[in-house]
């Protein structure tokens, strides 16, 4: 029997969603090329189970590149490059086409000198850094990549916003097709997590948020709409929040300082300016056979045992990095599609009949 209540959840393939990303791109001016390249490191993103950096982010891109914040068209070019290394600048184009770039030629280095190193400036939000990362281990190869990203972290024993959520992955390559993909922000959450839980009209667990006068805060909208910030990963200083405020601080150091990028609060506020990003990324592809032998066997053997270890709930088994998503893609490929709350399936239809493109169907 119908409750006549309305589920807070549908179902859109991806497909769909990736047709629609690309539609409301390319009306506002994109070229197909760009449009696609971002439309599927969103649609990679929800898939994967990262909320907080996919389909919720358009109506962000599509500003940028509405408002002349962003290229619409163009490439990277490299400014300096040795045999492993390259300084390129991104050119203000949209984040997946320069962070394609960079990974491709840090994998192209990789590949004579076991080793390449990429830093760009001048990029701008690029979405997940697994995306990047995975790029790499689709050639057997470790790929690293970060980058900093609009100042919304307090530093430990300080008030204000000085420090991105600067995310760090590192993706291995494991054998039979598995992998370590380690992709995370250094702080507490990603700040899309925050953009979600007040779209889903919930609170903010305790210890991710401080209000603009740096008191714990469970409101979204003090992070989101206000002056709030968010904590460091590990949170205040008793509970470690320092060391997560240190990783904050080595992703400018190796992104915005070594690129010659912005960094920490002089980066842009990503809703609330008119400034270009110039934002610092960093992109690293490695050989593991320059180094022992067998690497993807014994990483392999390292996450069997790990995940063989008796789990303190048995409902709970142990996980390594990557498995959270793994099972979240099998999810959405056996329910035929990704889940997204109505709320924002609801401001994506408002978003298609202000560019007067088709809206997503649902299943």
């Known amino acids: 029997m119908s409750t006549g209540k309305t589920p807070d959840y549908v179902r859109i393939k991806k497909e769909e969603v990736l047709k629609f990303c690309e539609a409301c791109m390319q009306t506002v001016g994109t070229e197909e090329d760009q449009s696609r390249q971002l439309s599927n490191v969103l649609v990679e993103a929800d898939y994967r189970g990262h909320f907080s950096h996919g389909l919720n982010r358009l109506p962000f891109y599509v500003r940028d590149i509405r408002e002349g914040i962003t290229e619409k068209q163009g490439t990277s070019v490299i400014l300096k490059q040795s045999g492993a290394t390259a300084w390129v600048d991104g050119r203000n184009m949209l984040g997946p086409m320069v962070g394609n770039f960079c990974m491709d030629l840090a994998i192209k280095k990789a590949k004579d000198a076991g080793i390449g190193w990429v830093v760009a400036k001048g990029s701008s939000h ?5 995306w990047y990362s995975m790029r790499a281990l689709e050639q057997g190869m470790i790929g690293i990549s970060m980058t900093n990203s609009t100042p919304i972290v307090t530093p430990t024993r300080a008030k204000g ?6 995310p760090i992955c590192v993706a291995a390559p494991a054998k039979d097709g598995d992998s370590f993909v380690l992709d995370m ?10 953009e979600m839980l007040k779209w889903q009209n ?3 667990p305790n210890g991710w948020c401080l209000d603009s006068d740096g008191k714990p805060t469970d409101d979204p909208s003090e992070v989101v ?4 910030s968010m ?6 200083e008793i509970t470690g929040g320092y060391k997560g405020y240190g990783l904050s601080t ?4 190796l992104c915005g300082i070594l690129g010659g990028a912005a960094y920490g609060p002089n980066v842009r506020l990503w809703t609330r300016s008119n400034e270009k990003p110039n934002l610092g990324q960093m992109f690293a592809a490695i050989d593991p056979a320059r180094f022992c032998g067998d690497f993807e066997g014994r990483l392999s053997d390292f996450m069997g045992i790990l995940r063989g270890l008796e789990p303190a709930d048995p409902d709970k088994p142990v996980l390594v990095a990557g498995d959270p998503e793994r099972q979240h893609m099998a999810k959405v490929d056996s329910e035929g599609g990704i889940p997204y709350h109505r709320n924002l399936v609801d401001s994506m239809n ?3 009949t202000e560019l007067g493109v088709t809206p997503m169907k649902q299943e």
Do not use: N
């Open 350 to 352: 408002k978003l298609a």
């Open 126 to 130: 690029y979405g997940i850094a697994g």
């Open 231 to 236: 904590q460091p990963l590990g949170g205040s």
């Open 202 to 204: 919930e609170r903010i």
């Open 185 to 194: 922000a250094t702080s507490s959450v990603a700040s899309g997590k925050i």
């Open 225 to 228: 709409d206000r002056d709030g």
């Open 250 to 253: 080595l992703v400018d150091v």
């Open 161 to 166: 916003r000085i420090l991105g959520t600067s």
